[in-house]
C-alpha cells in the first residue's frame, strides 16, 4: 500500500458525460501526478500539481482539468467524455515540489469505461 | 525527443532461470531512471531509483544497473510470484518531476 488513495475504484458512463476522479496524496506529500494509461499508449503524465499551484502539464487534453485543493487533494475532471477517454487513471504522489530527484508514489487507479 | 524503450515487450522464464530487462534512454541530461513494478489493473509500485552511471541497487531478487544510455533489471532464480509488468521512467527534461515511461517488459514467471 503506497498510502495514495484514489476514488471510485471503477467509473461506467456514456460518451458526452463528465466524471470526476478523486486522489488523496500520502501524508505529507506536497505534489500530486495525474497519468492516463491505455492499452496502446502506456503511461502518460497528465499534469501535475504542488501545493495547490499547476507545476507542470503533459498531453492533457482540452475537456480536461484538474486542481488540488487547501488540505492537498486533488481531482482530475474529464468532460465530453468520447469512447477513447476509456483507461487506467492513476495519481502520484511525491514529497517535494516535483524536483527529479522526487520519488513518486502511485495510487491504485480508477478504471474508467466510455460506452 | 526524449524517450524510453524497453525490451523485450514480454519474456517468459521458469522458476530459477535468471535473466535481464533491458531500458535504453534518450534524454538530454539523465537526471535519474525509476524502475517499477505493475500488476495488472494495479497501480505502478516503486522499486528504485538509480542517479549516475554505475550505480547498482538490490532488492530481493533484483537489481538494477545504469550505465550511460541504457539501465538493466536483473532478475537472479525468479520465482512465479516476480510475474508482473516491470516499467522504467525518466524525467521528462528541465527541472520538473514528472516522468516519461517505456511501454513495460511483462515478465511471466513459471513454475
Known amino acids: 500500500d503506497s498510502g495514495v488513495t484514489q476514488t471510485p475504484k471503477h467509473l461506467i458512463t456514456a460518451t458526452g458525460q463528465r466524471v470526476t476522479l478523486r486522489c488523496s496524496p500520502r501524508?505529507?506529500?506536497?505534489?500530486v501526478y495525474w497519468y492516463q494509461q491505455s492499452l496502446d499508449q502506456g503511461l502518460q503524465f497528465l499534469i501535475q500539481y504542488y501545493n495547490g499551484e499547476e507545476r507542470a502539464k503533459g498531453n492533457i487534453l482540452e475537456r480536461f482539468s484538474a486542481q488540488q485543493f487547501p488540505d492537498l487533494h486533488s481531482e482530475l475532471n474529464l468532460s465530453s467524455l468520447e469512447l477513447g477517454d476509456s483507461a487506467l487513471y492513476f495519481c502520484a504522489s511525491s514529497p517535494g515540489g516535483g524536483t527529479y530527484t522526487d520519488t513518486q508514489y502511485f495510487g491504485p487507479g480508477t478504471r474508467l469505461t466510455v460506452l | 525527443e526524449d524517450q524510453v524503450t524497453q525490451s523485450p515487450e514480454a519474456l517468459r522464464l521458469q522458476e530459477g532461470e535468471s535473466s535481464s530487462l533491458n531500458c535504453s534512454y534518450t534524454v538530454s541530461g539523465l537526471r535519474g531512471l525509476f524502475w517499477y513494478r505493475q500488476d495488472p489493473g494495479k497501480g505502478p509500485e516503486f522499486l528504485f531509483t538509480?542517479?549516475?552511471a554505475g550505480e547498482e541497487k538490490e532488492k530481493e531478487r533484483l537489481k538494477a544497473t545504469l550505465t550511460k544510455k541504457e539501465s538493466f533489471l536483473h532478475i537472479t532464480a525468479p520465482k512465479p510470484e516476480d510475474s508482473a509488468t516491470y516499467l522504467c521512467a525518466v524525467p521528462y527534461g528541465g527541472s520538473q518531476g514528472n516522468l516519461i515511461f517505456g511501454k513495460g517488459t511483462k515478465l511471466s514467471v513459471k513454475p
Open positions: 538509480l542517479y549516475s
Open positions: 501524508s505529507g506529500d506536497l505534489s
